[in-house]
């Protein structure tokens, strides 16, 4: 039985995924000391075969397809898919160098009253890195650099899902990602990690970061796009809500309340008079991203004022 899991989960992404794929399986572990499952989330393109090319002769790897789209639910069949006591997830985009997955691993040795352990995730832009794109709007690339010192994280600091190991135990104990949060299909959702991350601590989990397990997180030239930027901000506001929503249930008088400040933050607040007041490039569309955020919180506290109150999105 494997000591280590790594759960890759993929939606659509065959050509990225061909390049990941052999950075992941020529990890310098020992071949008996860990499992490969690629997650194949319901692709319509020619993931299945990527993976079988890839895989082909490499006894520790093996596809699964979950038909239930969305990020959440794929991370939830890697986890019943796989047996290892330690759990690591990581993206379909990545490039990892040969000891990436011992360094991870390693981290529970250095800090073992640890939970959980997030390595740092470094950003590959497809060009020159543009003015706006600011470190508080790099996170929404998953970027991930708190220094070059191992330590525990504080609250609320958490892991990015590209680059994280659980324990299987704390995964057992804390029960499955939340489907009603984190990305499916093209939407750009959010908060499942935060949510995740947020039950962990408050059960006592510890949460390390370990530096030296680095991977480098390769961006298509699509993500480097302002429009991509409004619509990752809008999309993380409507899930805060629903995050929210997930720790109590709201009823329809406050979330029409909620809805109409979040509309005023965003029409009328602080970042919206940045936004028209400053005059470089960074700092306007800083405040663009941020009213942005306060739009989708307003929109999303609306559609759940006039949903039924049983009712998930």
Same mark, same amino acid.
């Given at each position: ?217 390769l961006i298509p030239e699509s993500r480097v796009e302002p429009a991509w930027f409004r619509r990752r901000a809008f999309a993380q506001g409507r899930s805060s809500v629903v995050l929210l929503d997930?720790?109590?249930?709201? @009823? &329809? ?6 809805? !109409?400040?979040? %509309? *005023?933050? $965003? /029409? ?14 960074? @700092? &306007? ?6 009213? !942005?955020?306060? %739009? *989708?919180? $307003? /929109? ?14």
């Amino acid at each position: 039985m494997p000591a280590v899991s790594v759960i890759l989960c993929t939606h659509n992404r065959a050509g990225v995924l061909r390049e990941t794929l052999p950075t992941i399986i020529r990890q310098s572990m020992a071949e008996g000391d860990w499992e490969l499952v690629v997650v194949d989330n319901g692709s319509r393109d020619a993931t299945r075969a990527v993976v079988d090319s890839c895989t082909a002769g490499v006894p520790y790897a093996r596809y699964v397809f979950e038909p239930e789209v969305g990020l959440s639910a794929a991370r939830n069949r890697g986890i019943a898919e796989t047996t290892g006591d330690v759990v690591v997830f990581v993206d379909d985009d990545v490039e990892a160098p040969t000891d990436w997955l011992a360094r991870l691993v390693a981290g529970f040795d250095r800090f073992p009253d640890a939970a959980a352990i997030g390595g740092r995730v470094e950003l590959v832009l497809p060009g020159p890195r543009p003015q706006w794109l600011t470190p508080s709007l790099a996170g929404f690339l998953a970027e991930f650099d708190r220094g070059d010192a191992a330590t525990v994280l504080p609250p609320p600091e958490f892991p990015v899902g590209a680059n994280m190991a659980l324990r299987r135990s704390w995964l057992e104990k804390l029960g499955p990602f939340r489907t009603s949060l984190g990305r499916r299909g093209s939407s750009l959702g959010a908060s499942e990690e935060e949510e995740y991350f947020g039950r962990l601590r408050a059960a006592g989990g510890q949460i390390a970061y370990v530096p030296d397990a680095a991977l480098r997180h390769l961006i298509p030239e699509s993500r480097v796009e302002p429009a991509w930027f409004r619509r990752r901000a809008f999309a993380q506001g409507r899930s805060s809500v629903v995050l929210l929503d997930e720790q109590r249930r709201r @009823g &329809r008088v406050e979330l029409v309340a909620r809805a !109409l400040s979040a %509309l *005023g933050h $965003a /029409v009328v607040g602080r970042d919206a008079f940045a936004r028209r007041a400053a005059t470089g490039a960074a @700092g &306007r569309f800083g405040g663009a991203v941020v009213s !942005l955020t306060w %739009l *989708g919180c $307003a /929109v999303e506290c609306a559609r759940l004022a006039v949903s039924p109150r049983g009712a998930r999105p």
